[in-house]
């Protein structure tokens, strides 16, 4: 059984950075595609980034792309999300999530099974 469980949030200022970790208690992330997203209020979630099972492919949403950074060590059952160059519009409620077969949109919550319970993250300007 999959578990997930999220650390890392905070509150920094714009320009900061903060970096998530997602780990599994359940051993069995290695084998799955793992993806972070973010569900701001009043918005639907969205896809931040994700990562293929062996780490060798990742995908981001055109709204972090050279300021995020997804990885993962398989070893310790994690996956982290590197956030760089904060602003303000990516305060969100930030979830991980793993599934075994994404849809073919990899940032697609619809194609993830298991979730995380959150953290927050606030940038404040």
């Known amino acids: 059984q999959v578990r997930l469980v999220e650390s890392g949030g905070g509150s920094v200022q714009a320009g900061g950075s903060l970096r998530l970790s997602c780990t599994d208690s359940?051993?069995?992330?290695?084998?799955?595609?793992k993806g972070w997203f973010r569900q701001a209020p009043g918005k639907e979630r969205e896809g931040v980034a994700a990562?293929?099972?062996?780490?060798?492919?990742?995908y981001y949403a055109d709204s972090v792309k050279g300021r995020f950074t997804i990885s993962q060590d398989n070893a310790k059952n994690t996956v982290y999300l590197q956030m760089n160059s904060l602003k303000p519009e990516d305060t969100a409620m930030y979830y991980c999530?793993?599934?075994?077969?994404?849809?073919?949109?990899?940032?697609?919550?619809?194609?993830?099974?298991?979730w995380g319970q959150g953290t927050q993250v606030t940038v404040s300007s």
């Open positions: 999530a793993a599934g075994p077969s994404p849809r073919s949109n990899r940032l697609d919550p619809k194609g993830y099974i298991y």
């Open positions: 359940g051993h069995t992330f290695s084998f799955m595609w």
């Open positions: 990562i293929s099972t062996g780490g060798g492919i990742t």
